[in-house]
């Protein structure tokens, strides 16, 4: 069975600009959430979405979005970057239940300029 | 709310020897624990998840952790080090018994394992 896939792997975007990063789940996961992680933060959840509906939510600015199709894939949207914002994005995906463990991608590590 | 602290940023070890990682928890409910390794520029692969069955919990590649609930700890270990344990792992809490999405990150305990 395949993993997680995520795309681009890397991206470099200056300040201002907006960027869409993708995330296909495991054959047949439904749940897909969304991890940033940085040297200072470390990793923290963004969201979460199941069925295409945002399922949980971390706690970060509404710059941060994202969505889920009806095959599950995911896309994760950030827009007016910041050079903050420069980190590895994780995308990881999971079965159908909350109990279910979740399987990570690669990650896209996105360079903010 | 839920949190991990791993005691130990940085842990070097010989090969052949036994590896100790730390991680202390906090939560308010009986929490969902996991262990996951993440090498270098690849993703976070799970070694092992406590979910309130058996306390002594098996991972792969000979990791097996323990749950103490007396001492709030899930210690990562492994008998004899390989050079290829070489990595970042992170102790992980789930916020709600049984639940794996949400998951609160420690802040890594970087191995290191030499020859």
Redesign the interface.
């Known amino acids: 069975k395949a993993g997680v896939t995520q795309t681009p792997r890397y991206l470099i975007k200056t300040r201002g600009q907006q960027v869409t990063l993708s995330c296909s789940p495991i054959s047949g996961h439904r749940s897909v959430s969304w991890y940033q992680q940085t040297p200072g933060q470390g990793l923290q959840f963004l969201f979460e979405y199941f069925s295409e509906t945002q399922r949980n939510k971390g706690n970060f600015p509404g710059r941060f979005s994202g969505r889920q199709f009806s095959n599950s894939r995911s896309e994760m949207n950030v827009s007016t970057l910041e050079l903050g914002d420069s980190a590895l994005y994780l995308c990881a995906s999971s079965g159908r239940q909350l109990t279910d463990t979740q399987y990570f991608g690669p990650g896209t590590r996105l360079t903010v300029l | 709310a839920q949190s991990v602290t791993q005691l130990d940023s940085h842990v070097s070890v010989s090969e052949g020897t036994p590896v100790l990682l730390r991680c202390n928890y906090s939560s308010s409910y009986s929490p ?1 624990l996991f262990w ?1 390794v993440q090498h270098p ?6 070694l092992l ?1 406590y ?1 309130s069955a058996a306390t002594l919990v098996k991972g792969i590649n000979g990791f097996e952790a323990e749950f103490k609930k007396s001492e709030t700890s899930f210690h990562l270990t492994k008998p004899s080090a390989h050079m290829s344990d070489a990595a970042e792992y ?1 102790c992980v809490v789930s916020p ?1 018994t ?11 305990t970087r191995l290191q394992v030499t020859l």
């Open positions: 969902s996951y520029n690849k993703g976070l692969q799970l998840k979910t992170f709600n049984g639940t794996a999405s949400k998951l609160t990150f420690g802040t890594g």
